[in-house]
Nanobody, 118 residues
Framework: QVQLQESGPGLVKPSQTLSLTCTSS??????????WTWIRQPPGKGLEWMGA???????YYNPSLKSRTSISRDTFKNQFTLQLSSVTPEDTAVYYC??????????WGQGTQVTVSS
């Protein structure tokens, strides 16, 4: 059974960098053909795909966020990390990590609320 768990601060100040980690248990982040993804949902809005890191370590980003987003991984800890720089209150959202397999998102973390506020 695959389980994903997000962790990180729930409150970030404007202009700072948001950093979240997703820990996978039950499946290796290097397993073939899986893409490990970050998705967010601002209050009252739909889901927004932010980016992903593949089983081989390649990264992909939403063009609208690419200049501020970085996704990395630690294969020893079986974790992948999201960094979003220069945050504003518009980055307030519930952040999810998920596993993408041929565009099927079968496994999600529970989500973590991040609020950007001074």
């Amino acid at each position: 059974q695959v389980q994903l768990q997000e962790s990180g601060p729930g409150l970030v100040k404007p202009s700072q960098t948001l950093s979240l980690t997703c820990t996978s248990s039950g499946d290796s982040i290097t397993s073939n053909y899986y893409y490990w993804t970050w998705i967010r949902q601002p209050p009252g809005k739909g889901l927004e795909w932010m980016g992903a890191i593949s089983y081989s370590g390649s990264t992909y980003y939403n063009p609208s966020l690419k200049s501020r987003t970085s996704i990395s991984r630690d294969t020893f800890k079986n974790q992948f990390t999201l960094q979003l720089s220069s945050v504003t209150p518009e980055d307030t959202a519930v952040y999810y990590c998920a596993r993408d397999y041929y565009s099927h998102y079968y496994y999600w973390g529970q989500g973590t609320q991040v609020t950007v506020s001074s």
